[in-house]
């Protein structure tokens, strides 16, 4: 049965059926490659250096592209590999008749097998003298097209492999953000942090102030929570005498689409025993100026046209000086949570009646403050209402001690001193309980099986968040979070089976 009416995927079928005439497998089970291509042009650049003259014969393997033929008996093509590009020279009167032939049943997207030694063209390119070609897949429909490769943004999220393929910026990118995450966890486990994994599925989706996924667990006959963080479980961790762990996983939180928010997300989360909310802000202003300089060799990070400077220390003022300076509004003088909703009304800003007086803030902070806060800042001192895992100031009860770190107006990073009081804990997530009663889908409920390990003793510490994406969104100078996540979550169309790019706004 046909594929497809498209001729070109009939004409590429046709090609396939006559190699296996030809007693050609279009598909072997297996390749044999000695050397990537980049680390074949490094080969070569080196025995260059030492004057050595290239005899090996080396074996690469990639995906075609489209042959350029010189007269009827050579032609030279393109190897695409995951590290780069090397060119082959392909003659008749080397590769032999047969062998030659097989270039007539392929085409560009196709990947072969190629071996031989290196050489240098007329025009100084460093090239494979193929002396023996394998095919390795016929692909039934060619790739995008060559020059221009993918500009519609629909084709690029939903087919990402395509964007891969076309575009080297897209490749590079996601190069990078693996590296970011490696260097991530070369710094964390430099300062003596295990890696540890805890349960995607849970009981209670806690640690966050989220709507969760839901699901059910058959085997249980239970209802399960897709996790909205890694707080909790690593908590239990602390208890159990672990001193300092850390976790990169997924979350995922029920809420809607926008270029900042994908409902599936990768987050960093660390806890440290016997350290304070300013010990982790020193450790995340250095962590991120590590990591950018170990990925791109700078702390000057072009960011929409401006230059955000990673280097230490960074700027700290807190949430009360920040709402004043950008907002003009003193918190303290608008406890009471209808004369905040007054002022708020009287500035056009949206108050849903099932938010209390914290969330309020939260909404005036995001409107008002947040967008000003382009170099790397850490806002310090949030109202309690908002941090039910925080642990108070002793100085002022009505306050966290919390910080949260901004780049380029996003929130990368979020960390406090860790409530390790049980009753204050226990107090806190009853209030909330309450909230959701209310209607705040958001508020967590209570974790008894948490609090029972809170009960055993957690040392103090201080915890840390980290959105993995929204930090390379601004390391890679990216505006849209689906530009750094490889499958980013889309709107499926009915009728197709695939997913459409189109966003929905909060």
């Keep these: 049965m046909p594929l497809s009416d498209d001729p070109l995927i009939h004409q590429r079928l046709d090609e396939a059926n006559r190699l296996r005439s030809l007693g050609i497998d279009p598909y072997p089970p297996r390749a044999s490659r000695t050397h990537a291509n980049a680390a074949a042009i490094a080969a070569f650049l080196d025995a260059e250096a030492r004057g050595l003259e290239w005899t090996e014969t080396i074996t690469i393997c990639g995906r075609m592209r489209p042959p350029r033929r010189m007269g009827r008996k050579a032609l030279f093509v393109d190897v695409i590999d995951g590290t780069g590009k090397l060119q082959v020279y392909c003659r008749e009167d080397t590769l032999g008749a047969d062998q030659f032939a097989l270039l007539d049943y392929l085409d560009y997207g196709d990947f072969i097998q190629a071996s031989g030694p290196l050489f240098r063209t007329r025009t100084g390119e460093i090239t494979l003298r193929a002396t023996a070609l394998t095919v390795l897949c016929?692909?039934?429909?060619?790739?995008?097209?060559?020059?221009?490769?993918?500009?519609?943004?629909?084709t690029r999220y939903r087919q990402r492999y395509l964007d891969l393929m076309a575009n080297e910026e897209t490749r590079q990118r996601f190069m990078r953000r693996s590296q970011i995450i490696a260097a991530i966890r070369r710094f964390m486990d430099a300062r003596g942090f295990i890696e540890v994994e805890t349960p995607v599925l849970?009981?209670?989706?806690?640690?966050?102030?989220?709507?969760?996924?839901q699901t059910y667990y058959n085997a249980l006959g239970e209802e399960r929570y897709l996790r909205i963080s890694l707080e909790l479980y690593l908590k239990r961790l602390l208890v159990g005498g672990y001193d300092r762990v850390y976790e990169i996983g997924r979350v995922f939180r029920n809420e809607g689409l926008s270029t900042t928010r994908n409902p599936e997300f990768t987050m960093l989360e660390s806890y440290q025993a016997y350290a304070d909310y300013h010990d982790v802000a020193e450790m995340v202003e250095q962590l991120i100026p590590t990591v950018a300089a170990e990925v791109l060799g700078t702390l000057d990070i072009p960011h929409r046209g401006t230059t955000i400077d990673l280097r230490p220390p960074w700027r700290r003022l807190t949430m009360r000086q920040a709402l004043l300076e950008y907002a003009g509004l003193d918190m303290e003088a608008y406890r009471d949570e209808a004369a905040l909703r007054a002022w708020m009304a009287a500035r056009g800003l949206e108050a849903p009646p099932e938010l209390g007086w914290g969330k309020l803030i939260d909404e005036v902070f995001s409107e008002l403050v947040q967008p000003h806060l382009q170099q790397p800042t850490f806002l310090l001192d949030y109202p309690v209402e908002l941090s039910p895992l925080a642990k108070r100031k002793p100085d002022d009860p009505t306050l966290v001690e919390r910080f949260e770190a901004f780049i380029a107006g996003f929130e990368i990073a979020n960390a406090y001193t860790e409530l390790n009081d049980p009753v204050d804990q226990r107090e806190r997530f009853e209030r909330q309980a309450a909230a959701k009663a209310r209607g705040d889908q958001e508020a967590e409920l209570v974790d008894e099986d948490f609090l029972v390990a809170l009960e055993h003793g957690m040392p103090p510490a201080g915890g840390l968040g980290i959105g993995i994406d929204r930090l390379c969104m601004v390391l890679l100078d990216q505006t849209t979070i689906r530009e750094v996540i490889l499958f980013p979550q889309l709107r499926t169309i009915h009728g197709r089976g695939d997913e459409a790019g189109e966003e929905t706004k909060q």
């Design 138 to 154: 016929k692909a039934l429909r060619p790739p995008p097209e060559k020059w221009h490769g993918i500009t519609d943004q629909e």
């Design 202 to 213: 849970q009981n209670l989706a806690g640690g966050a102030a989220a709507r969760p996924f």
